[in-house]
């Protein structure tokens, strides 16, 4: 597929438009027996295969050695995948021909009674130039670097606390789940603190980013009712601050201006979902899947104990080996893309990934390479929508491999791993033996 | 040795700052902001060149003089 498709690989889909006044629409109905098992990714790409998560790194290798930047699928409605480095970057910097309106690839498309663009329902993520710039300086100024390393502290007291919690250790003997028991709760208890959102709610947190990513196959009906939940779980949130103010990102969101304005209900709650949604899986991935990394690799563990400086380099090299995080953008109009005939509405993955792994800009790029020194990776994208909450993320990462290794210096795999399924790519069991205690 | 930065390009990755404190600073919005004219001592070349060849979208050269 290096210039043009090939008319005979399947027939031509069936596509309607979207109805007038629907929240989402099926661009070709929902058909379980279109989704099973891929047989040919660069023709019949499906990241929501769950064979595909575990084996990413070999599927995008294989496409990129058979000389295929762009792959393809009818799933989901027609769907495109660059592989390349430059042919994600190229999709990231084209704000004309690839909108943001939705970034999360279902079967069903927002419709025209959803926000419409340039705003989307979660700004500024689905939001496009002009208005993205105005809805992404609200937020920067709360993730800005000076802003977010004062939270140091209480994140290495919270890793401490949930490697303690882990009981009694026996060397040698004694088996956790790195996933479950550690990873899975970090990024979310920090996000729901800067939001100021009860810590007894932390379960309901993750079942509302388990909907929202790793269900895009439901039924649209269904996603909506989801959808519909954590709307009503925000707007009692908000509405608790309004009654009880308190410092925190809800009630910056609350005050702040645009345009001498304050922000609409619909405004405020889309970015809520966003900061919940986006913060959570994606760092408990990059956490789950560095311990895994490091429960294989006992030489990069023992370095990273015995040498903790060495974690300045080591921390972009865990970003860029398993960057978590796959966008999406949607083509606002047809366009011809590195020889592919995109139409308008089609689906746009943005494997940030598998660019990390692209041999072109990265030296040895599928060997993970400890003290890497020259590390351009896009594990949090490229172009304006870099992820906003990156500072907190990389602090995240760092202090929780940090605190995990400074307690146990040797572990290894104790079991089968399972994996996340959809767009964010991470473990989501990580059985590890404890060999040693600190 | 003279660094260069494109604020159009940068989108606030804080590589540069995290790398070459000396020669970087961000702003309240996380955007990067050159320290001084450019100019590299010999002493932070290194580190100079580790800002340039972090940078994801390309925003930050190096030249001679």
Redesign the interface.
Known sequence: MTDTIDPTISEPLALSDSPENAIAWERVPYNAADYGPVSDFATDFDHADKEYNPNAPEVWKELRDSGCPVAHSDRYGGMWTPITHEAVQDVAYDTENFTSRSVVVSHARPGDAAIPAPIGVVPPISSDPPFHNLARRLLLPPFAPKQIEPWEDEIRALCTRLLDEMGDITPGDTVVDAAIQYAQHIPVNVIGRMLGFPEADEALFREFVHNTLETINAPTADRQENFQKLDAYLDAQVQDHIDNPREDLTDYLLNVELGGEKLSQEHVRGSMVLLLIAGIDTTWSAIGSSLWHLAQTPADLERLHDEPEVMTFALEEFLRAYAPVTMARMVAKDVDFHGCPMKKDDWVLLPFPAANRDPRVFEDADQFIIDRESNRHAAFGLGIHRCLGSNLARLELKVAIEEFVKRFPKFELAGDVSWSVGQIRGPRALPVRILETA | MRVHLDVEKC?????C???APELFD?????QAVLLGNGSVSPDLEDKAR?AA??????AITITDS
């Open positions: 989108q606030g990755h804080n590589r700052y995290a790398l961000v702003d309240d919005y996380g580790l060849s972090n940078c994801p979208e390309y």
